[in-house]
């Protein structure tokens, strides 16, 4: 964003994501994910946590959430980008890919 002077910043999760249904087996059946996998899907969990028992999909609602999340803490967090977005050049929203469609929705 500084160096290119991107205005955008998608966060963008999908369909059957397998890093976010791992988080949520995490949630859900306290599976335990070893090696280099581990520490992906345990930045997950939280967002699993949050949607666990809400209507709809488990999975599909942790996707929507983590990406949510995500581009949350980036605007936030992110040195760089956080001082873009709050002068106004830089947004970053969360988006969600449909596979069986191609479509992607944006979320708010």
Known sequence: AAELGVPL?????HERCGAVAAACAAVEKHAKFPGSIGPMVNA??????AVYR??????????HESAKRTAAKIAAKSKIVSQLVKATKVKVVAAYYNLDDGRVEFLT
């Open 54 to 63: 809400k209507p709809g999909d488990f999975v599909d609602n942790a996707v």
């Open 9 to 13: 910043v998608v966060v963008m999760g």
């Open 44 to 49: 997950i969990v939280p967002a699993a946590k």
